[in-house]
Structures are given as C-alpha cells and as structure tokens.
C-alpha cells in the first residue's frame, strides 16, 4: 500500500538485475508504492515470473529482457520505452556481473571485460538514455547499485571492486551535471547481502566470517533491506538529495 510519503502512483520506473535478490526486491517495493515497474533482465522469463508477483498483488509491471552488457539491446529497450510511455521517471541501475573469483593476477581479457562492459560501460549508457527522457520530460531519479567493495575492495573479487568504485564516481558525475535538469543520481551501496549473486562468498566460510567481523551487527542483509533506501530516494522526500552514496551494510544505514 503506497504511504503519503512515499507515493509513486503515476511513475515510470525501470528496474535492471530485477528477476532475483535486491533487484527483485527493489521492484516489488516500488510496485508497492504505486509505480509502473518495467522489470528487466537478461533473461525474459525471470523478468515475467517477477512482474506476475507484482500484477497478482495489485501492482502494476511489464516484463522487459536488457542484457546492459550490450549496446544494441540497450538502444532497443529505451526505443521500446520511448514508442510506449515517451518517459521514465525512475532507473535504478541494479544488473551486474562478476564472473571471476580469484586472485587478481589470475583474471584473463575475458571476465575482465564482461565486468567492465556490464558494470561501467552498461551502467553509463543506461543512465545516458535514461537521463535523456528525463531531462526531456522535466526530471527523474537515477540510482545506481554499488557496492561496499566500492570503498574498500573485496578477497578474490579485484576487478568487480574496481568496477564498483568507478559506479560511485560515475555516479558523482551524472549528478553534477544533470543536477541541473532536475535529474537526481545517487548510489546504493550493500554490504554483504544474502543472493545468489553473492553466492561465492556464503559458500567460503573463512570469507563470510571475515566479513561478518567487519559488520557492526554482525550479519549479512537479506535483499528487502535494500530496496528501502532506494524506495527513499527515487521518492519526492530525497527532492534534494543528488550525488549521496548511501551505505547499508548488515541491516545498518551509515
């Protein structure tokens, strides 16, 4: 049920990563608040399953495949956003990808730039496309999905961290320039969160303990907990909130 405070009725958001884990919960949550949520992945029958969840409960969602690692789907789904609404309101830039776990010496061209494709390169021209309807259509909010490897890079996950801190610059740059056009960019960045995209690092309990260590309540996030703070800032509360990098980490906002 949407909150006074929080009412997305009338939004137009698109949601990436969004057939499992944060990305999922991100969508369900935004639904909840009364927004369209086009939810998008690689594949489109998670992305169907998930935008069922939302219509069964009353939300409204469509189901839209975008792998961001490449440009030509890219370009085809904002055409297909253009042809059917001419705006969006909200991105939350949330697929990703780490395909290797390992020592940085040992990372090959091949996971090095899938990475960097998804990550970087996909990350920037969503927000480019996204910010162009929205600078057309009088504003928006972009949020972008860090992580905590941002400020500090994670064992065995070298080029992934280095991947997440150039999300964070990136995010600094889109709001300092498209500030101005009432566009409102800002990042997320989880802690050690329970998916499976986080798979590797709960099936290696000497890396899990190491990090739950580090966690001031000493345990891992479930993927509800994220999708608050992104709820709060793609919401008319955050008007003047743009270029914050939000850490949640095990549950605790800092």
């Known amino acids: 049920m949407a909150t006074t405070l929080f009412d997305l009725t009338g939004k137009i958001a698109l949601v990436t990563g969004a057939s499992r884990g944060i990305g999922e919960a991100i969508a369900v949550l935004l639904a909840e608040q009364g927004a369209h949520v086009i939810v998008s992945s690689r594949k489109l029958d998670g992305c169907q399953q998930v935008a069922d969840q939302i219509t069964a409960n009353g939300g409204s969602a ?4 975008c792998h961001v ?20 309101d909200i991105l939350v830039n949330n697929a990703a990808t780490n395909p290797y776990f390992g020592h940085i010496l040992d990372t ?3 996971a090095y730039s899938k990475t960097v494709d998804v990550n970087i390169r996909g990350y920037f021209f969503m927000s480019v496309e996204a910010g162009k309807l929205m600078r057309d ?3 928006g909010s972009i949020v972008n999905t ?3 490897n941002a400020l500090q890079p994670g064992p065995m996950q070298g080029i992934y961290s280095i991947t997440k801190a150039a999300v964070v610059n990136m995010t600094k740059a889109f709001a300092k320039e498209c500030g101005g056009l009432g566009i409102r960019v800002n990042a997320l960045l989880p802690g050690l969160t329970k998916t499976q995209f986080a798979g590797a690092l709960f099936s290696n ?12 309540m000493k345990r891992h996030a479930e ?3 994220m999708a608050g703070t992104v709820l709060y800032l793609v919401s008319d509360a955050s008007s003047y909130t743009n270029g914050e990098c939000i850490v949640v980490d095990g549950g605790l906002t800092l």
Do not use: W
């Open 62 to 65: 469509e189901a839209l495949a």
């Open 205 to 216: 309990q000497d890396i899990y303990q190491t990090a739950i260590s580090t966690i001031p």
């Open 146 to 148: 860090a992580s905590i």
């Open 108 to 110: 090959d061209l091949g």
């Open 137 to 139: 259509n009088g504003g």
């Open 69 to 88: 690692g490449s440009m030509e789907q890219i370009e085809e789904a904002f055409a297909v956003i253009r042809s059917k609404y001419g705006r969006l």
């Open 223 to 225: 993927p509800h907990e």
